[in-house]
């Protein structure tokens, strides 16, 4: 019984981690957060230089974790279901969790990288 409450318990964590990945990613890629603001969005001091940095860097994290999002849930739910009567399940689960968890945080590498490719230090597009 226990093994059953902590699969499903699995189960709606990632199912929720990845809807909320599909569903920030979504939301910043086509909807970005209109004023650059310190409550809500994609804030770090590049990205918030000026309008433009602030829209690239919600198109581009949302393209990254829009698309993480979705193959984090085709890969994920399937594996749940397969190592479900695994004896080593519980190992799993938590090294699953782990890495789901990687793309929410390491989403910002990427974005200041190409946030500082395509713009110099003061948010000015380079040539």
């Avoid at 990632?14 to 209109?34: E, Q, S, V, Y």
């Avoid at 190592?83 to 945080?105: H, N, Y």
Wanted: glycine share 6%.
């Amino acid at each position: 019984m226990e093994k059953e409450i902590l699969f499903w318990s699995a189960m709606v964590y990632t199912i929720l981690l990845c809807a909320t990945m599909i569903g920030f990613g979504w939301l910043f890629l086509h909807r970005p957060p209109k004023d650059i603001n310190s409550l809500y969005g994609y804030r770090t001091s590049m990205s918030m230089k000026n309008r433009q940095t602030w829209i690239f860097a919600h198109q581009y994290a949302g393209k990254v974790w829009f698309f993480s999002g979705v193959i984090s849930l085709i890969v994920s739910v399937p594996l749940l279901l397969a190592t479900r009567k695994a004896d080593c399940f519980e190992a799993l689960m938590t090294a699953l969790l782990f890495v789901l968890a990687v793309p929410v945080i390491g989403v910002i590498l990427p974005t200041e990288r190409a946030l500082r490719k395509r713009f110099d230090r003061f948010g000015n597009p380079k040539e």
